[in-house]
């Protein structure tokens, strides 16, 4: 079955940083990741391409970075700068196209075919 792993999550203070990372079951040209506010919709933070192009929601713009491991063969997400409005759970997702990582799309919950399990990340004031 394919499936993505999610670790790293965790608390931390505001202005503090976390890094997530996923581990994929397969490869994938295109990855995501999400996060969900509890009672509200999965929102999409940020998407790499397999030739390295990426896109960011502008919540998080100039804050996240997300990147390739190669060595340990995972996509990660650098969190810096983390506000108490980050709190929430963290997705690792596959788009169901590889297209959706070089236009909106690949933000929107609706073009993603494999989700995680999700990694709580908790940020206090």
């Known amino acids: 079955q394919e499936q993505v792993l999610e670790s790293g999550g965790g608390s931390v203070q505001a202005g503090g940083s976390l890094r997530l990372s996923c581990t994929a079951s397969a490869y994938y040209p295109c990855l995501a990741w999400f996060r969900q506010v509890s009672g509200q919709e999965r929102e999409g933070v940020a998407t790499?391409?397999?030739?390295?192009?990426?896109q960011y929601a502008d919540s998080v713009k100039g804050r996240f970075t997300i990147s390739k491991d190669n060595d340990r063969r995972t996509l990660d997400l650098q969190m810096n700068s983390l506000k108490p409005e980050d709190t929430a759970v963290y997705y690792c997702?596959?788009?169901?196209?590889?297209?959706?990582?070089?236009?909106?799309?690949?933000?929107?919950?609706?073009?993603?075919?494999?989700w995680g399990r999700g990694t709580q990340v908790t940020v206090s004031s």
């Open positions: 997702a596959v788009p169901r196209y590889e297209s959706a990582c070089t236009s909106a799309d690949g933000l929107l919950s609706r073009s993603i075919a494999i």
């Open positions: 790499m391409h397999k030739f390295g192009m990426t």
